[in-house]
Nanobody
Framework: VQLQASGGGSVQAGGSLRLSCAASGRTFSSYTIGWFRQAPGKEREFVAAISRSGSTPYYADSVKGRFTISRDSAKNTAYLQMNSLKPEDTAVYYC???????????????????WGQGTLVTVSS
């Protein structure tokens, strides 16, 4: 599967952005989708993930209540709605996919073999 992330940009604190992750192929629903981010000088970190059915979302504590992950299998696209953005949310955001993942490891970037290019989110205070 090939992934294309988009929707990044610059926004003031408290603002919102919606990231999209468009996937190629007909088996989009077979993949768990994850969003990760990497801030300058920091390691890549888990942000959110959604199960293949779309029924179960997972979030990092730092974004819980502010971010919402979703997917639309008809459009082969996953989304990350980001509200109440903070300057510490500034990072390059990546979407990733895994065809086989143990749910206890869903937050590990090493469990995702397929990655899109990043999209930059900048939040100013």
């Amino acid at each position: 599967v090939q992934l294309q992330a988009s929707g990044g940009g610059s926004v003031q604190a408290g603002g919102s952005l919606r990231l999209s992750c468009a996937a190629s192929g007909r088996t989009f629903s077979s993949y768990t989708i994850g969003w990760f981010r990497q801030a300058p000088g920091k390691e890549r970190e888990f942000v959110a993930a959604i199960s293949r059915s779309g029924s179960t979302p997972y979030y990092a504590d730092s974004v819980k209540g502010r971010f919402t992950i979703s997917r639309d299998s008809a459009k082969n696209t996953a989304y990350l709605q980001m509200n109440s953005l903070k300057p510490e949310d500034t990072a390059v955001y990546y979407c990733a996919a895994s065809g086989r993942i143990i749910l206890t490891m869903i937050r590990r970037s090493s469990e995702y073999p397929y990655w899109g290019q990043g999209t930059l989110v900048t939040v100013s205070s």
